[in-house]
């Protein structure tokens, strides 16, 4: 019998059930962007926007909660003022008691953004970065306490008119040439003195304080996620594309180990935009969100108090169907799977000058264990309902066999038709043994599905299908074809992510 629940009350079930435990973390009038957690992993400092009118009249200011979103409080607006102000993209210090923001100075002043900071509890934040007549924005701070930051090197705006205003970090950014100049730079810590090295966006420091992740534009690609060494006396060297995929990817965050990178991904700048994470050392990449045109951005990679190591991000999706865009803030569990960290895919060779930068030859390492493909077949992948289902069915699976290694989550046909396919005899009783798990869950009702359905029996992987998994899942979340049709699984090509 086909349970009625609501689509708003599905997808909250689906959004805390996932796999990478997906939670939301604040729910205020305000938009909330930018993310980060502080380095001892006790507080998140934020961005609350009033959305309107949107624009650079909004008022903006960095506020600062418990890391799970509780008890905020401003963090960078003055007592009593009455704006506009707009203060945005906070960066904390390593001594977790101090931020650093970009400050958009108003009239009758000369317009700018500024890099300044603030410490906990004080009213009043000072200039980090005297860098005169410049517009400074995006800010990091390095363990060592050296600044990253991103300068026009004069005094236009380099942006155009939609990514000027204070909802600039909820849009993908404008295409390269369509910027004026964006050049990355650093400020030493305890000099005045700043270094101007190559071109780009989103600069973040690794764990290590020795490596910089950017955004570099790609006229073949679009926005490229690049990593670079930086030498005191030299700036960014050694600098080599870590993801060059077609459609934009930008805004990386560090993991804490310095093993992998998150980052967005959209398809253009006016598409959605969804987290991934890549393996700096053999260039696994993994899906963490799946939101169709809704939007996800700016990740921040942390260990919390709690011990738990999180993404937080913000996004959209829980905005109504129809209605205008509501950031909130969202955190998941990355879901990571076997790599190599003692292979390297990093080049030794910088770009040639005025060159490309040169594209990584990532050596695959061989994952291990029982490998697993799950694919989203649900007849409507836009539907609420089947958002992050793959996701959930991933994590559940790998409670079958420790052995298990989920190695791709990924949009397959619409077939809207569950089914558990082996690869070889080998695997065939460990698949029929997943099935039958996944039908317990469907029973029981920890699946959610509108029409309860079965997995089993498994069935001998289509010759349409890629070799390189042992074990292929088929997972819609709603599978009415199947319940009303009763048709066979259809062999259909593999699809995997881009």
Known sequence: MKKALSLVFLFFVLLLAQSNAMMQITNFPTWELCPRISPDGQRLAFMS??????????????????????????????????????NQHPAWFPNSAQIAYERKILPPNNVRFEIWSV????????????NNFRWDFMPDISVNN?????????????????????????????????IGPAIIAIKPAGQTSIINTVRGLYPRWDPTGTKVAYSA??????????????????????????????????????????????????????????IFIVNIFDGTKIQETMLGTKKAGMPDWKKTAAGEELIYFHSDMNTPHGMPPNFNIYSLSPLISTTNPNSSSFSSSPPAPGGELPKTQQPKTQPTGILVRVLNVSADKSADEASGFARKIAGFVKKVDSNINVIDIANGVDSGIPQVY?????NKALANKVAEYLDSLVNDGTLGVDIPYMFS?????PGGYAKDADI????????????????PPAETSDQTNQ
């Open 217 to 274: 534009w790609n006229p073949t690609t679009g926005w490229d996620i690049v990593v670079a060494d930086y030498r005191a006396n030299a700036g960014l060297i050694n600098r080599r594309a870590i993801v060059a995929d077609a459609g934009d990817q930008f805004a990386p965050a560090w993991s804490p180990d310095g093993k992998w990178i998150a980052y967005v991904h959209a398809a253009n700048v006016k598409s959605g935009s969804d």
């Open 146 to 178: 050296d600044v990253v930051f991103v300068t026009s090197g004069n005094t236009r705006n380099p942006f155009p008119p939609y990514f000027r205003g204070a909802n600039r970090y909820a849009n993908n950014p404008p295409p390269g040439p369509s």
């Open 119 to 130: 410490p906990l509890n004080a009213a009043n934040g000072t200039r980090l970065v005297q």
């Open 422 to 426: 082996y690869n070889g005899d080998k």
């Open 49 to 86: 926007i009033n959305p309107a009118p949107p624009g650079p009249t909004s008022i903006a200011d960095i506020s600062v909660s418990t890391y799970d979103g509780i008890n905020p409080m401003p963090g960078t607006a003055p007592a009593g003022a009455a704006g506009p102000w707009i």
């Open 472 to 487: 292929v899942i088929e997972a819609p979340a709603n599978s009415e074809a199947a319940a009303e049709e009763g048709n």
């Open 457 to 461: 029996p498994a069935a001998s992987l």
